[in-house]
């Protein structure tokens, strides 16, 4: 069983930046890939962001290419997305996941992975 806790979300002003978080538990962190989801009210969740078990790979959606940023952190089990010139259609909640199935590549497909945190709300105003 593997435990995720989103934090860092808020209410920001667009071109602001935030960084989410993601704690796991479990021994076996390092060997998941993990990936970043948001879902906006009335729409399906989509894909934000992965990054493979070694760090050695990650992906984003194109709408948020180059203003987002996936890492992590294997020895805290821990997990990151800083978001950096944020627009109004950013706003959504946004969702932690984890592939224990999958470590060493960048999955971008909901149904990939076995484990979701909660979610922590991002709003941007415009």
């Known amino acids: 069983q593997v435990q995720l806790v989103e934090s860092g979300g808020g209410l920001v002003q667009a071109g602001a930046s935030l960084r989410l978080s993601c704690a796991a538990s479990?021994?076996?962190?390092?060997?998941?890939?993990m990936g970043w989801f948001r879902q906006a009210p009335g729409l399906e969740r989509v894909f934000v962001a992965a990054?493979?078990?070694?760090?050695?790979?990650?992906s984003y959606a194109d709408s948020v290419k180059g203003r987002f940023t996936i890492s992590r952190d294997n020895a805290k089990n821990m997990v990151y997305l800083q978001m950096n010139a944020l627009k109004p259609e950013d706003t959504a909640v946004y969702y932690c996941?984890?592939?224990?199935?999958?470590?060493?590549?960048?999955?971008?497909?909901?149904?990939?992975?076995?484990?979701w945190g909660q979610g922590t709300q991002v709003t941007v105003s415009s």
């Open positions: 996941a984890a592939d224990m199935t999958m470590g060493w590549v960048t999955p971008r497909e909901k149904d990939e992975y076995d484990y």
């Open positions: 990054i493979n078990r070694g760090s050695t790979s990650t």
């Open positions: 479990g021994r076996r962190f390092s060997s998941y890939a």
